[in-house]
């Protein structure tokens, strides 16, 4: 499961040059399983298809990419590259940083050795298990498929899953281990998301008098799984060990995303009415909102010197902080969100076009 033969057999086959039809197929794929190309579709789904809807996917983002971020940093596991120089990185293209050249143990669930294991963290953080493109995959076309109940969609689900979990190892990112560790993460959160949706608890979480401030049971259920305990999981290994559990980013989107629907639906969530035009102009406003606060920001940051220059890509992530311009480099962006539905509220894009009934 954690060997780099099956890797370098299927770079071998299939290429391992940038320029080559493998790679140029696979960047695609793997793309899809990356949040910054996710999260524009659930705002389109929010704001162009079903609000209510749009936001429990959001809500099973949110938690599948908390959950994954912390099996990782627990679980520590190198990626493919570190194990064996001879892995190429086929996503970033980054140098080889590592003396090793393969898993010493080639038994089909071996773990990585215990000395490659030490030597890796020691000075990286770059973990790989479970992989965070498939589980994600895995739980939001999942949910896509449960909570619209689309039979094309439920049918098409496994492919793409396989089809991302094969790009990642192509592509020299994840060990078969990985992926499957990923696939696992993903089907436990949509498991949890099925109950979930089956469950009162659906209902009270668009109800405005769930989030008022009172010391009811379902008031203190839904602020402390908001807020309390992702603060606890950040910030408790961060003051006890100097460990980021969960990063910066991730923590950006999840506290913008929250505190965003946390305003809305104390104003009352908008129902979703009105024409295919203005359903298409409220996504348009919500994704030209969230690319040019995130554009800027990327341009704002980068020109004060607050973040590495594009080779970043190459750099070991630190772990061991809370990074301030991560966290608002995703918290703005999708803090947005509210601005959005005030604005749409304001330009009456939620009320239904009586000139044309």
């Given at each position: 499961m954690f060997q780099t033969d099956p890797i370098l057999h299927l770079q071998q086959a299939l290429g391992n040059q940038i320029q080559c039809f493998a790679h140029q197929f696979m960047i695609p794929i793997t793309n899809m399983g990356n949040?910054?190309?996710?999260?524009?579709?659930?705002?389109?789904?929010?704001?162009?298809?079903?609000?209510k809807k749009g936001f429990l996917l959001f809500q099973l983002f949110l938690w599948t990419n908390l959950v994954t971020e912390t099996f990782k940093a627990?679980?520590?596991f190198p990626r493919p590259d570190f194990v064996d120089k001879n892995v190429i990185n086929l996503e970033t293209a980054c140098p080889k940083n590592t003396s090793f050249s393969g898993n010493g143990n080639k038994e089909i669930f071996s773990l990585p050795d215990e000395k490659i294991l030490k030597a890796f963290r020691q000075?990286?953080?770059?973990?790989?298990?479970?992989?965070?493109?498939?589980?994600?995959?895995?739980?939001?076309?999942?949910?896509?498929?449960?909570?619209?109940?689309?039979?094309?969609?439920r049918i098409l689900t496994p492919f793409v899953i396989v089809l991302m979990a094969s790009s990642r190892v192509y592509l020299g990112r994840h060990f078969i281990g990985d992926v499957l560790g990923g696939a696992v993460v993903g089907l436990i959160s949509l498991f949890v998301f099925a109950h979930f949706l089956k469950s009162p608890l659906k209902n009270d979480f668009f109800k405005k008098e769930s989030f008022e401030l009172a010391l009811r049971r379902r008031n203190l259920f839904f602020y402390f799984f908001f807020f309390i305990f992702?603060?606890?999981?950040?910030v408790l290994p961060l003051v006890s060990f100097h460990i980021a559990l969960v990063s910066s980013n991730t923590?950006?989107?999840?506290?913008?995303?929250?505190?965003?629907?946390?305003?809305?639906?104390?104003?009352?969530?908008?129902?979703d009415t009105g024409s295919a035009e203005q359903k298409a102009k409220r996504a348009f406003i919500?994704?030209?909102?969230?690319?040019?606060?995130?554009?800027?920001?990327?341009?704002?940051?980068s020109a004060a010197g607050k973040i590495n220059c594009p080779e970043i890509k190459c750099l070991e992530i630190n772990c061991h902080g809370?990074?301030?311009?991560?966290?608002?480099?995703?918290?703005?962006?999708?803090?947005?969100?509210?601005?959005?539905?005030?604005?749409?509220?304001?330009?009456?894009?939620?009320?239904?076009?009586?000139?044309r009934l």
């Amino acid at each position: 499961m954690f060997q780099t033969d099956p890797i370098l057999h299927l770079q071998q086959a299939l290429g391992n040059q940038i320029q080559c039809f493998a790679h140029q197929f696979m960047i695609p794929i793997t793309n899809m399983g990356n949040p910054q190309y996710l999260i524009p579709i659930i705002i389109v789904v929010i704001f162009g298809v079903d609000f209510k809807k749009g936001f429990l996917l959001f809500q099973l983002f949110l938690w599948t990419n908390l959950v994954t971020e912390t099996f990782k940093a627990l679980v520590g596991f190198p990626r493919p590259d570190f194990v064996d120089k001879n892995v190429i990185n086929l996503e970033t293209a980054c140098p080889k940083n590592t003396s090793f050249s393969g898993n010493g143990n080639k038994e089909i669930f071996s773990l990585p050795d215990e000395k490659i294991l030490k030597a890796f963290r020691q000075g990286s953080c770059d973990f790989g298990f479970p992989s965070g493109h498939v589980s994600l995959t895995t739980a939001l076309w999942g949910g896509i498929a449960t909570i619209f109940n689309n039979r094309i969609i439920r049918i098409l689900t496994p492919f793409v899953i396989v089809l991302m979990a094969s790009s990642r190892v192509y592509l020299g990112r994840h060990f078969i281990g990985d992926v499957l560790g990923g696939a696992v993460v993903g089907l436990i959160s949509l498991f949890v998301f099925a109950h979930f949706l089956k469950s009162p608890l659906k209902n009270d979480f668009f109800k405005k008098e769930s989030f008022e401030l009172a010391l009811r049971r379902r008031n203190l259920f839904f602020y402390f799984f908001f807020f309390i305990f992702p603060i606890m999981l950040i910030v408790l290994p961060l003051v006890s060990f100097h460990i980021a559990l969960v990063s910066s980013n991730t923590a950006g989107y999840f506290f913008g995303m929250n505190i965003a629907y946390l305003l809305i639906i104390r104003k009352g969530i908008p129902y979703d009415t009105g024409s295919a035009e203005q359903k298409a102009k409220r996504a348009f406003i919500a994704l030209l909102l969230f690319t040019v606060s995130k554009n800027i920001l990327e341009f704002l940051f980068s020109a004060a010197g607050k973040i590495n220059c594009p080779e970043i890509k190459c750099l070991e992530i630190n772990c061991h902080g809370f990074i301030l311009t991560d966290f608002l480099k995703t918290f703005i962006p999708v803090f947005t969100i509210w601005v959005s539905v005030v604005i749409c509220t304001k330009l009456n894009l939620y009320r239904k076009n009586k000139g044309r009934l």
